[in-house]
T-cell receptor, first 114, second 112 residues
Framework: DVKVTQSSRYLVKRTGEKVFLECVQD?????MFWYRQDPGLGLRLIYF???????EKGDIPEGYSVSREKKERFSLILESASTNQTSMYLC?????????????FGDGTRLSIL | GDSVTQMEGPVTLSEEAFLTINCTYT??????LFWYVQYPGEGLQLLLK?????DKGSNKGFEATYRKETTSFHLEKGSVQVSDSAVYFC???????????FGSGTRLQVQP
């Protein structure tokens, strides 16, 4: 089974802090994704990466950046955390190119910005 | 652009009742369609998928049929259990895009 592991289940940070969310997958997947989940809005794509050092903006990239130095690891960075970034963050991975390949999700990180 | 519309919840049912959660979509290409489930405190798990028109996906007693003529992918189960209580997300993966497009999710509460 594919395993996607997010480093923290719960995280509390202060406004203005630089925040790192880490995600590791063990199935050698090329694609990795960061979503945020908010009530009534479903999942919204922040960034994704289709190869090491490659990234593309998703639908809501403002205030975020990402890093993918190794194939198995994809980091989401909040450069200067703000209260409107309080949310559930979900990481996912998948094989490339074909639309029939599902995404595999981690358990999520619930981030609170005070 | 692509979009997915789900019925709003919560949906509250008694155990052994019949379940339908509606999902319709708009897409520019030839998408694959998915249902994901999120149990409390967990990430999303793939429930079922269909990759072309008239395909039926099924898993754990849940079914959904890819209807291109009505652009729908409704989720059904004949007899729900308390353990089915969760949030259900409909999603599509369109050609030319790398990421999924999700609906807003439907919370299902099953009472004993």
């Amino acid at each position: 089974d594919v395993k996607v592991t997010q480093s923290s289940r719960y995280l509390v940070k202060r406004t203005g802090e630089k925040v790192f969310l880490e995600c590791v997958q063990d199935m050698d997947h090329e694609n990795m994704f960061w979503y945020r989940q908010d009530p009534g809005l479903g999942l919204r794509l922040i960034y994704f990466s289709y190869d090491v050092k490659m990234k593309e903006k998703g639908d809501i990239p403002e205030g975020y950046s990402v890093s993918r130095e190794k194939k198995e690891r994809f980091s989401l960075i909040l450069e200067s955390a703000s209260t409107n970034q309080t949310s559930m963050y979900l990481c996912a991975s998948s094989r490339p190119r074909t639309t029939s390949q599902p995404q595999h999700f981690g358990d999520g990180t619930r981030l609170s910005i005070l | 652009g692509d979009s997915v519309t789900q019925m709003e919840g919560p949906v509250t049912l008694s155990e052994e009742a019949f379940l339908t959660i509606n999902c319709t979509y708009t897409a520019t290409g030839y998408p694959s369609l998915f249902w994901y489930v999120q149990y409390p405190g967990e990430g999303l798990q793939l429930l079922l998928k269909a990759t072309k028109a008239d395909d039926k996906g099924s898993n754990k007693g849940f079914e959904a049929t890819y209807r291109k003529e009505t652009t729908s992918f409704h989720l059904e189960k004949g007899s729900v259990q308390v353990s089915d209580s969760a949030v259900y997300f409909c999603a599509l993966h369109d050609t030319g895009r790398r990421a999924l497009t999700f609906g807003s999710g439907t919370r299902l509460q099953v009472q004993p």
